[in-house]
């Protein structure tokens, strides 16, 4: 039976709630992927000539393991549209969505912590980002030319975190990193590869961070500046300085600009 038909009836034989939504835990991957994409442009990419849906096993960008979802990974698969991120089947380890142009609304409460590695690059995404419920196994975060905006809490971040890549947004407010207990740099090729790879941060690896071409407001605020190791990871914020708990302050561009 094709898949198109197959989702509607497990669709239709999903839990309804009593609101009607559909307990997305009661279906399979492959009709949580169909909800995922369905009222999206894919230019017929994950469809037959029929118009039926191919097996998700087929599908580029998707990467199986033991027949469940292990990876997401669209790249220039998206026109105009909304995605559903509430059907992102929960077995997933990452979620990358490249250079698209449909919208979504991201219910980061609701993220699977099975998630380790997420992008979401040149992308007209909106709304805010709540990073105090991100998933709790997250190594990498990306958030990368999109319209995501308002303020952003580092106050509960993900223990095993390493990257944190959020440039070319437009979040404001102050940027408080006071809660990064790890050695804060620019990011790397390393940081860059645990996401392509989906590999492993060393014990060693320093934060990577990357607040570039937003509209923060005010002094970047860190733990420890002796602690920041690239001063270039600030560049092209509206602020000229980093301040730590201490009161020491060092100047946030390339070039330091000491205060007198």
């Keep these: 039976m094709p898949f198109l038909r197959t989702s509607f009836i497990l669709l239709c034989s999903a839990d309804i709630q009593p609101v009607g939504r559909v307990d997305y835990s009661l279906l399979s991957d492959q009709s949580l992927l169909e909800l995922f994409i369905a009222n999206v442009d894919t230019r017929n990419s994950f469809r037959n000539t029929e118009g039926d849906y191919l ?3 087929d599908w580029d960008g998707v990467t199986l393991r033991d027949d469940n979802v292990f990876a997401i ?9 909304t995605l559903n991120f509430e059907a992102i089947p929960t077995t997933a380890r990452k979620v990358s969505i490249r250079v698209a142009s449909c919208t ?7 993220l699977s912590d099975e998630i380790r590695y997420w992008s979401l690059f040149d992308s007209p995404f909106e709304g805010t980002v709540d990073l105090t419920v991100l998933p709790r196994q997250l190594i990498t975060f990306e ?13 509960q971040l993900p223990q ?4 944190l890549q959020l440039s070319r947004n437009k979040f404001t407010g102050r940027a408080d990193l006071r809660p990064i207990q790890k050695p804060i740099c620019g990011i790397t090729d390393a940081h860059y590869d645990l996401s ?3 590999g492993t ?4 690896m320093g934060f990577g961070i990357n607040l570039s071409c937003n509209g923060f407001e005010g002094d970047v605020l860190v733990r420890d500046v002796h602690q920041v190791l690239d001063m270039g990871k600030f ?5 000229r300085y980093m301040v730590d708990d201490t009161g020491e302050r060092r100047g946030t561009k390339h070039f330091p600009t000491w205060e007198d």
Excluded: Q, Y
């Design 55 to 57: 097996d998700i096993h």
């Design 73 to 81: 990974d669209f790249f220039r698969r998206f026109g105009e549209g």
């Design 104 to 110: 979504g609304t991201v219910p980061w409460e609701k």
């Design 143 to 155: 958030v990368v030319m999109t319209n995501f905006s308002g303020t952003l809490d580092f106050g």
């Design 160 to 163: 095993g975190l390493v990257m």
């Design 196 to 198: 392509w790879n989906l």
């Design 201 to 204: 941060p060393t014990e060693s």
């Design 235 to 239: 560049e092209a914020l509206p602020t």
